[in-house]
DNA sequence: GATGCAG
DNA sequence: CTGCATCAACGCTTC
DNA sequence: GAAGCG
């Protein structure tokens, strides 16, 4: 058993809500000091919460205050499914050249909130985590064995049968749970529980080597969206945030990972084929010519993740992962316009650009004749 | 960043 | 009590 | 067989 005093408790409210229960407006109010010494919080670890909620996973409402909660209820913080994260060395700095530091991390990912979240849900998540800061070497964390009750988990049955309990990001809190803990970036799964074998979107990541500049990407990005809607797929934008371009190519949940992957694989080399020195899908850095953007598309592997729009991204600047209008590829976009300053503005102004990533279904079928009519030898 | 275990 | 290890994994490649 | 790659 510990004892730790949290330093401060994140102010959250949460008020308005869309008719399935998923947060509308989450009014942040700031970092507030744990003025009474008294108030300590008796944070007990719990074995992560089993079950799989598709509702009920409403976050309490009004203002998330360990302190408050712990004392109102008289249980210990962490059994307590009411009761918010504890932030623990809030000014923690991750970005030791801007200075941003972990509770910036937290402020960011309390305002985008209900914009990232309807992205994450039900995707379990590989955890990525940067307790030094970005220029610490980080370490994964796939199995989450204790976590707060707010924090939904999935079991996954591997391949040498052990079973891994993945985190879902289901609520605000388990987001703010996991800023807290150093995950920078979220990496969600390419699939959905209870679907986890069937992906419902494809990734397809141009990643620019080092001496190819950003409108180059996305000039690319541009001719890629060519293809893909040449094939009737319906097809969306986003920056990495670290120095490439996402396209996703949503999918309905019917197909496995060998199809999705091999499709991915098949448009890769179309790709290469029509454009053999704009493109590569050469893996080896060596082997790989350095004037090339790599087309990578073993990202859609199973198991593997993607980083989902609005993530922060461990880079300098903390830029984030921000969707793009097509319009807006034709002009003078740079990946530093979207950081962790900036994105909240712009999805005031604008809105969630993906959101009809989640609305969109294609089908491979017809995709798929016709880009193998167009791999045919001679033409 | 948190845990669990060795010393 | 302090200190230290642990926290992933997949297909493919080249060395 | 090990190590690099993303």
Redesign the pocket.
């Known amino acids: 058993m510990?004892w730790i005093r949290p330093r401060l408790v994140a102010e959250v409210e949460f008020a308005e809500w869309t008719d399935d229960g998923r947060m509308r407006q989450p009014i942040f109010m700031g970092l507030r000091p744990d003025k009474d010494p008294k108030a300590c919080v008796r944070?007990e670890?719990q074995p992560a919460e089993r079950l799989v909620e598709s509702a009920g996973t409403r976050p309490g409402l009004g203002t998330t205050d360990v302190t408050k909660a712990a004392k109102a209820t008289g249980s210990p913080a962490g059994s307590d499914p009411g009761t918010g994260p504890?932030i623990?060395?809030p000014d923690?700095v991750?970005w030791p050249e801007e200075g941003y530091t972990?509770g910036d991390l937290i402020a960011y990912y309390t305002a985008v909130a209900p914009f990232i979240l309807p992205h994450l849900k039900d995707r379990p998540l590989?955890l990525k985590?940067y307790?030094?800061?970005i220029g610490a070497p980080p370490?994964?964390?796939?199995?989450v064995k204790?976590a707060p009750a707010f924090v939904k988990t999935i079991p996954v049955r591997?391949?040498d049968g052990?079973l891994?309990h993945y985190a879902l990001c289901q609520n605000p809190e388990t987001l703010i749970w996991l800023a807290?803990?150093?995950v920078i970036p979220q990496n969600p799964w390419l699939s959905r529980a209870p679907e986890l074998s069937r992906p419902d979107w494809i990734v397809f990541?141009l990643?620019p080597p080092g001496d190819v500049a950003f409108p180059e990407v996305c000039s690319l990005a541009l001719y890629l969206r060519e293809i893909l809607e040449g094939l009737g797929l319906k097809v969306f934008a986003k920056t990495s945030g670290s120095r490439g371009i996402h396209i996703y190519v949503p999918l309905k949940p019917a197909y496995d990972f060998t199809q999705s992957l091999g499709f991915a694989q098949l448009v890769g080399a179309y790709a290469v084929k029509v454009k053999p020195d704009s493109f590569t899908v050469e893996?080896?850095?060596?082997?790989?010519k350095t004037d090339r953007i790599?087309l990578?598309c073993?990202?859609n592997?199973?198991?593997?993740s993607v980083a989902s729009v609005y993530s922060v991204r461990e880079k300098p600047g903390a830029t984030v992962s921000a969707p793009l209008e097509w319009a807006e590829l034709k002009r003078k976009v740079r990946m530093e316009d979207f950081d962790i300053r900036t994105m909240p503005k712009r999805l005031e102004k604008r809105g969630d650009l993906f959101a009809e990533v989640l609305k969109t279904r294609n089908s491979l079928e017809g995709a798929l004749r016709k880009l193998e009519k167009l791999l045919q030898p001679g033409r």
């Open positions: 510990q944070e670890a504890v623990t060395h923690k991750l972990k590989i985590r307790p030094n800061g370490f994964y964390q796939h199995d204790t591997e391949e052990s891994v807290n803990m150093g990541d990643d893996r080896s850095l060596k082997a790989r790599y990578d073993m990202q592997s199973e198991g593997k």
